[in-house]
């Protein structure tokens, strides 16, 4: 365990520099036209940060140990072409109709 005066000071200083890095943004730029080569790039940060998170989950699951599921694969591609075609929430149940039906009848 770490001393409690240095969580404290750990905790205080991350809340900072969380702070800092929101107000960039929010309290220098929010009242502000932003130029449109960084409105594009913008546009892709959720694209680019959701298979960042979603990928480890799906190749090395905690669940299985870390090891490779190929079921959580094939849930994984479920996913993402009903994603295609059509809306997130589609998606969602597709992906995970997908996992349970072969959980269930896959063992």
């Known amino acids: 365990m770490i001393s409690q005066s240095l969580f404290w ?14 107000f960039s943004f929010l309290g220098l730029l929010g009242d502000r036209e932003l130029p449109e ?7 892709y940060t959720a694209v680019a940060i959701f298979p960042a998170l979603v990928t480890p989950l799906v190749l090395w699951p905690d669940v299985t140990g870390g090891e490779f599921d190929p079921k959580r694969l094939v849930a994984a591609l479920a996913v993402f072409l009903v994603g295609l075609k059509f809306n997130t929430v ?18």
């Open 9 to 22: 000071t750990v905790t205080i200083l991350l809340g900072i520099g969380t702070f800092l890095i929101r």
């Open 37 to 43: 080569w960084v409105s594009a790039h913008l546009r």
């Open 90 to 107: 589609f998606a969602i149940i597709a992906g995970m109709g997908t996992l349970y039906f072969l959980r269930y009848f896959w063992g």
